[in-house]
């Protein structure tokens, strides 16, 4: 009987059925769903990225930062300083959102990778500080107060009009619609970009890291490297959803843009909730998050308390989070990542 | 003149932030945890000395040393029950739970003190000052250092002089053979923290006197604390003072240039620090 | 009745079965050495019954209690001292701090305490003040032995005391048996080297694979007999 080597499962084929289904109902969404709906959609989409990229960092990079706010921030003050600066459509400067965010990784990773473990996250922290520190010194762009970006940069935004248009919509809602599509596209592309980046000789180099960066050394595997590419990425990918979420919002403070709780509690909370380490850990995480912020927002600090005791109880108990627990009671893998050798016989008798 | 008297004044803020340090050095040094609701255990700490005193009208001087056993006993209770079960190899466990702590305990105080900031009660001699030459030094921050110089003392002779500080030695060395000499690992870490946190209120005492807290100021002393340790070098009680000192200095230095530029100067010095010794300036052997 | 014995006890490394069933007997005031090569399940024995590695209560039993499932701490406490493989010393204490951590938490009375210890190897009382990890691997072998000591145990386990040393300091270390013995201590004595083991056990047993595969007096057991339990028959 022949072997072969495959990471799909029966469940990841239904899988992708269904995720099919599912992205062609998000794509269509606006056509059908009210202004509030589209909002909350962007905020749980924006959210999913900022978790996919820290779980990719902390999950399979062994990376724990706290500092992710700094990358956030920095893409959302690199967009409304391309806007107010110099003119730029806000739509195309989200990708120099991400390229400034990458520009400001590169020596947060140099200070950073000299400390290790715990040290490396709060380290990363500091470094947020300092940005956020240094940006309100930015008198241009509002210094500590912040500013909001120019009424005719947002009206006149590339496809705004086509949208208002098609939809009938008005300028606002087509602004969120907008920034809805171009969430969604993130998003998959950023689940579809790990998910490939995980299946391929680096990705599977940075399990071995992850696991052990002893044993990875020895048969090859450059750490070192592995670290900037996880750090670096997830750098870029954050500065992209960073300067989405403010390009939407219209308005920028330091305090707010460089938000700990905002931008990588709440993360940390979505990826361990969900389960850290998997892709499908933050999807869960985010809905789970999104339900909790819905029922006990109103509750203000009690709502953050039950988030933080939730993440202690869920650390220790199911270390894994929500989805660990799914997939080990079901075995149920939707974006297999394990190479599985099925066919063929297993031996293992000595004759 | 004028810079002489400010780097004294850093120099004395230094024994505060070292003070917020010292804690963390400890447990760092003892079972390599770094706990990040270390900040807001000193927030805790002010609220419970400011309970104290407006319930029982204590002077904060005695009040800490009613705060110091319970929180001794909240140190002991949290690392026995909790944290004990983060630690291992894999580093997320620890880190992610003290910040889900972190994150809650910050809030706890949010519900039930509200984000009004809160002073402990000053007398004359918190406000007095004395004349050394052409230089006023105010009375606190020279208690406050005296009190970090005490503290760092006072620990240094507990891990060279005594018993406990042996075992602690000896656990943080090798917990498996330690528990073979009649040690109990998880009541020595607990015991540690505990003596963390009796050090984290006498910080909290003088945070609660020198200025304004409110639940919200945590994070930036935990991140004060993490420089200093980190400059002093891990596991260095004085390398902890001579840290705290430095961000102290820098930040006067900062604030006397520019008063916008205060943190942001005590942060550019432990990134300088961390870029010429990244091991800090007084790095242990065997780490 | 025996002091110590074990019943049946078996241990696991994850997947890996390191013991099956293992049934020993130590005497009030004897002394046995358990010999057998690498991986014969000698050290996982030790940690089994010094409580590093936890097992059913029932497997291990001490002066009348069952302890098999109690943890190295208590174990220690009621009088079972390990002198553990590979030496263990810690780093960040003196020769004599490594001593005393022996006492740690307990007044203790008997014959051993520093000053008998330092009669006993009268090299760490020169070197007293030294880093433990700083000595001879002979030395620190003393220290080892002097640190279980320091608690005047009931029961002392030593675990390879001869390994990765030189033959001359070897019987240095196994003169002071004779000594530890007179002081009324009983001995496990676990040894690759069986010479030395024969010369100071009452009785050896000799394991292979995770089983006993032979014990009796040192009179009793001919070479090829221990040869066979060594290696296994047809070697």
Known sequence: MAYSVTTQTPASRIAALLGAILIIVLLVLPFFAGRGTIQ???????????????????????????????????????????????????????????????????????????????????????????????????????????????????????????????????????????????????????????????????????????????????????????????????????????????????????????????????????????????????????????????????????????????????????????????????????????????????????? | MIWIDTIIQGILLGGLYALFASGLSLVFGIMRLVNLAHGDLIVMGAYLILVLVSLLGLSPFIAVFIAMPAMFGVGWVLQRYLLNRTLGDDILPPLLVTFGLSIALQNALLEGFSADSQRLPTNALTTASVDVGPITLGVMPLLTFASAVLVIVGLNQLFYRTELGRAFRATSDDATTASLMGIKPANIFATATGIALVIVTIAALYLGLRANFDPNIGPARLIYAFEAVIIGGLGSLWGTLLGGIIIGVAQTLGAAINPEWQILAGHIAFLIVLLVRPRGLFPRAND | MALLQTQNLVAHYGDFQALFGVDIELGDAETIAIIGANGAGKTTLMRSICGVLRNDAAAVTYDGTAIGAKPADEIMSKGVAMVPEGRKLFPSLSVEENLLIGTYGRKVSGHWNLKTVYELFPILAERRNNPGTALSGGQQQMVAIGRALMSNPRVLLCDEISLGLAPVVIKDIYKAIPQIKAAGASLIVVEQDIAQAMAVADRVYCMMEGRVTLSGTPESLSRDKIHNAYFGAGH
């Open chain 1, 40 to 351: 909350d959609m962007f905020f749980i989409l924006t959210m999913l990225v900022l978790a996919q990229f820290w779980n990719l960092l902390a999950g399979y990079g062994g990376l724990v930062s706290i500092g992710q706010q700094a990358f956030v921030g920095m893409g959302a003050y690199a967009l409304f300083g391309a806007v107010i600066l110099w003119g730029l459509d806000p739509v195309p400067s989200i990708l120099l959102a991400g390229v400034a965010a990458l520009i400001i990784a590169v020596p947060t990773a140099f200070f950073a990778f000299r400390l290790n473990g715990a040290y490396f996250a709060i380290g990363t922290w500091v470094i947020a500080e300092v940005v956020r520190l240094l940006v309100a010194q930015w008198k241009t762009l509002g210094g500590g107060t912040g500013t909001s970006l120019p009424r005719d940069a947002t009206r006149d935004m590339w496809f705004v009009e086509v949208i208002e248009n098609t939809l009938g919509v008005r300028s606002a809602a087509a602004r969120d619609i907008l920034a809805y599509w171009l969430a969604l596209t993130l998003a998959l592309a950023t689940i579809g970009g790990i998910y490939w980046l995980l299946r391929t000789r680096r990705g599977l180099a940075l399990a071995a890291v992850r696991d052990n960066t002893e044993a990875a050394k020895s048969v090859g595997v450059d750490a070192g490297r592995m670290k900037w590419i996880v750090f670096l990425t997830s750098a870029f990918g954050t500065g992209l959803a960073g300067g989405l979420i403010y390009m939407q919002k219209a308005r920028i403070s330091p305090d707010a843009a460089f938000s700990v709780t905002d931008w990588t509690a709440y993360v940390i909370f979505i990826v361990v909730i969900g389960g850290i380490g998997t892709i499908e850990g933050p999807i869960i995480g985010v809905l789970v998050f999104f339900a909790l912020q819905s029922l006990l927002a109103d509750f203000g600090s009690w709502y953050l308390m039950t988030l933080g005791v939730l993440a202690i109880i869920i650390m220790l108990v199911a270390p894994r989070g929500l989805w660990g627990l799914l997939s080990e009671r079901t075995g149920l893998h939707l974006f297999p990542i394990r190479r599985r050798l099925s066919g063929g016989k297993l031996n293992l008798s000595k004759e």
